[in-house]
């Protein structure tokens, strides 16, 4: 197959991979301290962007959903989606919260319930708030990230034929200039970006199992220990990958998904099981009855570190993650309606980690107020990795559990892995479907490389850190693909095309301190203005659906006129209009003494005597012209 990549985006993120790579291995320490310091000052300050942000998100993730919107479906309007639902969610979960629900489903509650940010430490009222704390950072909050990033995606894509990547979520704002160099970022950006993330996710997976393996089988948890199972399962990612999306992938995340619940459902059993289901419905209740408080809360009024070592944290965190979970979300949901997209991303598994947390998080401070007596939060607090080891000692079964939960984590680690690199090699291929295999197996021992090196060299919690840090833009770009959606699809509901109406920086720069002249004006209106008018009569013409002819008089105007009836007559002109510039002195007040510029403006006008608006139309292309003319034909068009 040949060689399908976009090179700037290709050899532009591998450079800055390596750069980043070096720093962190040549001085782990310099570079922690350094990318910690920026982190702090982030969140600092703009950890209020963070919880402004992430409720926007919710609010139009649902409105879309919900709304108008809904019905539209991602892809033409007859397609079907390419995976059955099961498999389809198997893989939305997989990809999402793997390896964070086995790492942090016993330790997570376990640490809110021995400090707490407001309850007294280790009560009946810790555990609860703990659970509420758990089921806000894990909930909606986090998959409306990533289902903004991935609707985004899949609607520019499959609905509006752009390319597969972040650039395309930019077009209603950007418009064209997002096939120039400010694409290319954006695209560079995200690769770095997951490749940075899935390889500390990575980092955590691999230290979960090596500890699991030191804890149930007595192995020496060492850094050749770590290296090898690095090996082994990046090997494993590697076939998967080569295989694609509809094999390899899908059937390793319906296998995640079944061990899973399998482990899950022991846990339910074996536990305190109508206890469990209690705590269920009462987290839940709290969930919902916090939901807006906890949203909004920010410690404003008594600051405390924890807001920034938890929420804040998290926030950032999922949304450096949502370019690799956005990505592949949009890959695996061709077909489906909007409303399916919100429905299955925010709402399914969130339901499926609240059960999940629930299950681990209250049996394990159950099992830690009971018969463990605080062992299990002295295990959490000594090493996370080891927690959920110790929490299924206390079970029947531990070593059948603790093997399960060993090889759970080690397809959670194969899942993130092959869908990190197909997502990466999708960026960096300018949204190409089939690549090369070579493509495909570089990003591949890419990630593996770089989680071994961290490792090795005790860079992993720097590259976290620089991770994190990189949320901060990539809030901002995700707010203009909030943005672009919301204006993009109302576009397509009112059946209107969104214009590219904006002329080039350079070109809006030059007329804001050199105002254009008549000639200017004039020549524009020759070269942009008149083909305009005759392509749209053209195609009217063509069509034979009225008579129309472009008329240019000799003070350099045009109009197009179009005869629909003797008393339906649609016009639109192109005239050269001169206007005063500001005044910046007392001397300049009066208009009569002001300098004047020339600018390109534009009406239309169903009678002669109808008052009409006009717009400044200086700096556009002939394209962008039309796309004037029809939108004004669309909002006279006879009948109305």
Not at 413 to 436: H, Y
């Amino acid at each position: 197959m040949k060689t399908q990549m976009n090179p700037r985006v290709f050899w532009g993120a591998s450079i800055i991979v390596a750069l980043m790579l070096s720093s962190t291995l040549i001085a782990p320490g310099a570079s922690d301290q350094i990318f910690s310091a920026a982190q702090s000052w982030a969140i600092d300050t703009f950890g209020w962007l963070y919880v402004a942000s992430v409720a926007a998100f919710v609010v139009v993730v649902l409105v879309l959903g919900f709304g108008p919107a809904g019905r539209l479906r991602l892809g033409p309007d007859d397609s079907e989606p390419d995976f059955p639902y099961v498999s389809w969610l198997a893989m939305l979960f997989a990809a999402g919260m793997g390896i964070g629900l086995m790492y942090f489903g016993v330790a997570e509650p376990v640490q809110h319930y021995i400090s707490p940010p407001e309850a007294e430490p280790g009560t009946i009222l810790a555990a609860r708030e703990a659970m509420a704390i758990t089921f806000h950072h894990y909930g909606v909050h986090a998959w409306a990230i990533y289902a903004l990033v991935g609707l985004s995606l899949a609607y520019f894509s499959y609905r509006r034929g752009l390319p597969l990547t972040l650039r395309s979520g930019l077009h209603p704002i950007l418009g064209k200039r997002i096939h120039g160099p400010l694409g290319d970022a954006i695209d560079i950006f995200a690769v770095c970006g997951t490749v940075f993330g899935v390889s500390t996710s990575l980092g955590f997976g691999v230290s979960q199992m090596t500890a699991g393996l030191a804890y149930n089988y007595g192995w020496a948890d060492t850094l050749s220990l770590q290296v090898g199972v690095i090996v082994v399962v990046m090997g494993a990612a590697t076939l998967s990958v080569l295989s694609g999306a509809d094999r390899g992938v899908r059937r390793l995340s319906e296998l995640n998904l079944i061990l899973a619940v399998l482990l899950m459902v022991f846990v339910m059993l074996w536990g305190p099981t109508l206890f469990l289901l209690r705590a269920l419905v009462q987290n839940f209740g709290l969930y919902l009855d916090h939901f807006v408080q906890r949203t909004f809360t920010l410690y404003a009024y008594e600051p405390r570190a924890w807001m920034a070592d938890w929420t804040l944290f998290y926030w950032a965190w999922w949304i450096a993650w949502s370019p690799f979970v956005g990505m592949f979300i949009a890959r695996i949901s061709r077909g489906r309606t909007i409303r399916e997209f919100v429905v299955g991303v925010l709402f399914v598994p969130a339901g499926f980690t609240f059960l999940w947390m629930t299950v681990f998080g209250n049996t394990a401070i159950a099992l830690d107020l009971g018969e463990a007596h605080g062992a299990i939060a002295q295990a959490v607090d000594a090493n996370l990795s080891t927690a959920l080891f110790k929490f299924l000692a206390y079970l029947p079964g531990a070593g059948f559990t603790s093997a399960l939960a060993i090889t759970l984590v080690a397809v959670f680690f194969i899942t993130s892995a092959d869908s990190g690199a197909l997502v990466i090699d999708t960026l960096a291929s300018g949204g190409a479907d089939e690549t090369p295999r070579w493509q495909r197996v570089y990003w591949c021992l890419l990630l593996g490389v770089t989680a071994t090196l961290l490792l090795l060299a005790g860079g992993l919690g720097a590259l976290q850190t620089a991770t994190l840090l990189a949320a901060l833009p990539f809030c901002l770009i995700m707010l203009l693909l909030a943005v672009g959606l919301v204006r993009q699809t109302n576009a397509d509901l009112e059946g209107v095309a969104i214009s590219e109406d904006a002329p080039a920086v350079s070109e809006r720069l030059k007329r804001l301190f050199v105002p254009a002249s008549r000639t200017e004006i004039a020549r524009q209106i020759l070269r942009s203005g008149v083909p305009a008018l005759q392509s749209v009569r053209d195609a009217m013409l063509e069509e034979g659906w009225a008579e129309s002819d472009v008329h240019v008089d000799e003070e350099g105007a045009a109009a197009l006129t179009i005869h629909f009836a003797p008393d339906r007559i649609f016009r639109y002109h192109l005239a050269p209009r001169s206007r005063p510039l500001a005044a910046f002195t007392a001397l300049e007040a009066s208009e009569s003494r002001r300098s004047h510029g020339w600018i390109l403006s534009g009406w239309s006008e169903a009678q002669p005597e109808a008052q009409p608006r006009k717009r400044d139309l200086t700096g556009l292309s002939a394209e962008q012209i039309v796309h004037d003319v029809l939108l004004q034909l669309e909002g006279w068009r006879p009948g109305r």
